[in-house]
């Protein structure tokens, strides 16, 4: 069935390839299997993190880009990702209204995703949904995300290129530097740049990267205008400059060993952590102690030290 | 971890009413409820609702409709799911808005398994979702 799904995904069928994206968002055995029979086709696809504040303009910016690829009849996958709620874990996931010119276009293909308070796994599984889109042949896999967490930013950052978005009038140079947001950055976008303040915002931005460690690859600093594509050609040539000094540098293979460790260590500590509530009693057993850590009766460490010794034990004979 | 149980629902406005707030109010309340919703913006075409059930591969698919084109556009909604491989087993079809009783009837023969009209609880809606809902990949 999975060999079946995984074999229409690299003819181009694109309702498998909306099937294969549940499969892989859900986690569990169907999943697996997919991703085995497409990884060996993945690698070939350009995959561009896009990340900044909330109404910096993320998925304006994608149709715009996606405009610019399309004339050029690039194969372009979308991944936006929205928050789900921490509270009732439901969604609303908006962003294909900012890109409804594409509907029609076969060559497009949008999908949106809740991050579903995954346990560090969110950026694991939206990598694994950009490689989906990668093996089904897109050449372009554009990941959007909300850059308000860290769970987010590490997404963004886990693509071959990262975009951050910052607009003008949110703050002074402080912010940015505060961010944190701005290291995981290949190029800045300075989106919205018809405002006032733009120009002083790319300066700053460019004099913040002045004073940070020399690094080989110069982060620019693009200003543009998503809502009508001003300056989209701009950052798309610089977002094919980081691509080729990836390649030529060598970089290119430190960052695929980086995104492999990721995803390993990450679906590692899925398992670990599955692994340890299963041998320590399950999930009520699970409960009881954050009650008692919660109830100071015992404190977090040793907790977690008591529910993890289960892990360094020999499995009892099946 | 595993989700397999997760409800994805496209919720979508065919034609030209620009009277969205009754959609907002159901994919709020859904979102509330804990499932995911997919929302489109009003003025939608059945082609573009259809391509983006296919693409978001939803469970539920709910139209909202105040412009009294339903009998129109909620048939070509079914025909373009259908054009794209999506029969009505594959996801739950549902409408809202002014629509008389006798297009209730017609429209349930072609796969709308229930329209809410005025009045309808969000409560009543949610419970419907929840208990005839696939979650994508039939």
Known sequence: MSEDL?????????????QALTRVENGGAEGDRLLKALYRHTGRAHVIGITGPAGSGKSTLTNALTAFYRKQDIPVGIIAVDPSSPFTHGAVLGDRIRMLEHWSDPGVFIRSMATRGAIG???????????????????????????????????????????VINTPATGDDIQAMKAGILEVADVLAVNKADLPGADTLA???????????????KVPVVKVEGRTGKGIDELAAALAQHRSYLQQSGEMANLR?????????????????REAIARSGGQENLEDTVSRVAGRE?????????LSRGLREPVAQR | MNDEGKIRVLVAKPGLDGHDRGAKVVARALRDAGM??????????????????????????????????????????????????IGPDDVLLFGGGI????????????????????????????????????????
């Open chain 1, 257 to 273: 060993r980086r995104q492999a460790r990721h995803q390993i260590e990450n679906i590692l500590k899925d398992e670990l952590l």
């Open chain 1, 121 to 163: 796994g969110l950026a694991a599984t939206t990598f694994e949904a950009a490689l989906v889109l990668d093996a089904f042949g897109k050449e372009i896999v554009i990941v959007e995300t909300v850059g308000a967490g860290q769970d987010e930013v590490e997404i963004a950052g886990l693509a071959d290129t990262t975009v």
């Open chain 2, 99 to 138: 629509i008389p009783g006798d297009d209730i009837v017609e429209l349930k023969k072609l796969g709308f398994k229930a329209i809410f009209g005025p009045g309808s609880s969000t409560e009543d809606i949610i419970e419907f979702v929840r208990q005839n809902a696939g979650v994508g990949t039939a």
């Open chain 1, 298 to 306: 015992t404190d977090p460490r040793s907790a977690a030290r008591e």
């Open chain 1, 6 to 18: 995984a074999a229409r995904v690299l003819e181009g069928d694109r309702r498998a390839l909306a």
């Open chain 2, 36 to 85: 995911e919703v997919i929302y489109t913006g009003i003025r939608q075409t059945p082609e573009m609702i259809a391509e983006a059930a296919l693409q978001e591969d939803v469970g539920v698919v709910g139209l909202s409709i105040l412009s009294g084109a339903h009998m129109e556009l909620f048939p070509r909604v079914v025909t373009e799911l259908k054009n794209r491989g």
């Open chain 1, 203 to 217: 300066a700053q931005l460019a004099a913040l990267l002045s004073m940070g460690p020399a690094r080989e690859w």
